[in-house]
């Protein structure tokens, strides 16, 4: 099976734009998280999504986003971009049903850079 | 609410030595723990988890971790480091899928560097 996948994988923003990055999991995978990777805050989780319905939301502000679409591919937008936020956004999916849903397997990330 | 601590954030070990990484967890439910392992500009790879059963739990290149409950620790551990094992550990806990505290919550890392 192929892995998780994440597009960009490099991204370069102003101050103020807006971003969408995308992850597609691994095939069967129905739910998807999000986190986000600084040196400052380490490894955060921003929000998961499971059948197109968010399930769990970390402690960000209104301005990170999340949908998820029918074939379980999920996007999540940041709006009024700020310096804060360059980081490394990974998106991990994982099955449910079976013990193997504990486990969330890793993309390689979409590095955000604000400038 | 979940908390992860690891107690070391870098580690320099010579190649062929034995190494153990420190992670000690909080969490007012039951809790499921992993290690992640984490190589420059990649994603994070599972190395190993503990859900239930028997408390050393081993990956199959030679890590190995032990839940301890009433220490509420879950260390790593691996008798002869590869240089190719320098990267950045995460140990890692989470709730049941599902349910509200299906997250994982990460310690701060440990950078582990082998050296020849």
């Known amino acids: 099976k192929a892995g998780v996948t994440q597009t960009p994988r490099y991204l370069i923003k102003t101050r103020g734009q807006q971003v969408t990055l995308s992850c597609s999991p691994i095939?069967?995978?129905?739910?998807v998280s999000w986190y986000q990777q600084t040196p400052g805050q380490g490894l955060q989780f921003l929000f998961e999504?499971?059948?197109?319905?968010?399930?769990n939301k970390g402690n960000f502000p209104g301005r990170f986003s999340g949908r998820q679409f029918s074939n379980s591919r999920s996007e999540m937008n940041v709006s009024t971009l700020e310096l804060g936020d360059s980081a490394l956004y990974l998106c991990?999916?994982?099955?449910?049903?079976?013990?193997?849903?504990?486990?969330?397997?890793f993309g390689p990330g979409t590095r955000l850079t604000v400038t | 609410a979940q908390s992860v601590t690891q107690l070391d954030s870098q580690v320099p070990v010579f190649e062929e030595a034995p190494v153990e990484l420190r992670c000690n967890y909080s969490?007012?439910?039951?809790?499921?723990l992993f290690w992640y392992v984490q190589y420059p500009n990649q994603g994070l790879q599972l190395l190993l988890k503990?859900?239930?059963?028997?408390?050393l739990v081993e990956s199959i290149n030679g890590f190995e971790a032990e839940f301890n409950k009433s220490q509420t620790s879950f260390h790593l551990r691996k008798p002869s480091v590869h240089i190719s094992d320098t990267a950045e550990y995460f140990c890692?806990?989470?709730?049941?899928?599902?349910?509200?505290?299906?997250?994982?919550?990460f310690g701060k890392g440990t950078l582990l560097t082998v050296n020849p």
């Open positions: 991990a999916s994982s099955s449910e049903g079976d013990a193997r849903s504990y486990e969330q397997y």
């Open positions: 095939s069967g995978h129905r739910s």
């Open positions: 999504y499971f059948s197109e319905t968010q399930r």
């Open positions: 969490s007012s439910v039951s809790v499921y």
């Open positions: 503990y859900l239930s059963g028997s408390t």
């Open positions: 890692a806990v989470s709730g049941p899928p599902g349910g509200s505290n299906y997250k994982l919550t």
